[in-house]
């Protein structure tokens, strides 16, 4: 098995390090059972595709994935999250048995759908802990599941192009974070903030369908994107910077509430020019915003 990894590996970094990857790979998996053989071996074969492809521990890509990463499970356990809120907004207000309609629901694409977004809830959730060796794999495998899914209920839940694009996207953002990064990544400071965003994105919506919030029935889908650009703000002011790597981070984490806003609002003339509106609108606001950081790294 150890061979064929290794020839995923850039020629030159195999020439280097392919004899104590090869030996080390021998050490930690003697005597133990094929699952964890395979498990090492796919965790070789992401870091080889990772050389591969530049996304090395200090590429300066590396960085604004590393940072992406805890706001992408975040976006995704929104997403998700609110994908379960409006089945359990539906359930309540139908006439239907309960029974039954748990049976209907439950069944084909739609159980896949419920049941996947229930899977990458709880693995973002996990892997914000710090448990990444088992909230990653439980996220990226829910959002694949939730992306075959899509597509195959077609218009019926979603977009069965945009859809199934952003779960993968998002899937695809959350394996492309260095693993010596994740932790660093979900430390208690980012990982409140990831926490944060979830809430945010959440709590609002529920409000609105337990109709909490008079006059308001729903919003288009635009609030968690404003939750992410928000983010996106405050992180350039923390940071004093210009924004290019906080914006880009936040781009990179928000396919899955991109996704639902396009879903929601397409058609909508109003929302499609307020969604339009936000990228040029944040981007403005976090050069000021990192030049009031800045300003106030100075005078402190």
Request: positive net charge; hydrophobic residues 55%.
């Amino acid at each position: 098995m150890i061979e064929r990894v290794l020839r995923l590996y850039p020629a030159a970094y195999r020439r280097a390090h392919g004899g104590e990857i090869a030996a080390t790979f021998r050490e930690m998996t003697e005597g133990e059972p094929l699952s964890s053989r395979v498990q090492e071996g796919a965790g070789l074969a992401a870091h080889a595709m990772r050389m591969r492809m530049g996304l090395g521990s200090a590429a300066p890509v590396a960085q604004v994935l590393a940072l992406a990463y805890p706001f992408a499970l975040a976006a995704s356990a929104a997403a998700c999250g609110l994908h379960l809120l409006r089945w359990y907004a539906g359930l309540v207000a139908s006439p239907t048995p309960l029974g039954m309609q748990l049976g209907v629901d439950l069944s084909g694409a739609w159980g896949v759908l419920l049941v996947s977004s229930l899977i990458v809830f709880a693995g973002a959730a996990s892997a914000l802990a710090g448990r990444w060796r088992v909230g990653v794999p439980c996220t990226v495998a829910g959002l694949l599941c939730f992306a075959v899914a899509a597509v195959v209920s077609g218009p019926a839940f979603g977009d069965p192009v945009v859809t199934p694009a952003a779960a993968a996207l998002a899937a695809a953002v959350v394996l492309a974070c260095p693993p010596d990064r994740r932790l660093e990544s979900t430390a208690p400071g980012w990982a409140g903030m990831a926490g944060a965003v979830i809430a945010l994105v959440v709590v609002p919506r529920a409000a609105i369908d337990a109709h909490a919030v008079p006059g308001v029935s729903t919003d288009y889908g635009c609030w968690p994107l404003l939750v992410l650009a928000a983010t996106g703000v405050v992180l350039t002011w923390r940071s004093g910077s210009r924004g290019g790597r906080e914006l880009g981070a936040m781009v990179l984490a928000s396919p899955p509430v991109l996704a639902q806003a396009y879903t929601t609002a397409w058609g909508e003339a109003a929302a499609v020019a307020c969604l339009a509106a936000v990228l040029p609108a944040t981007a403005a606001l976090a050069l000021l915003a990192g030049r009031l950081g800045r300003t106030r790294r100075t005078f402190l």
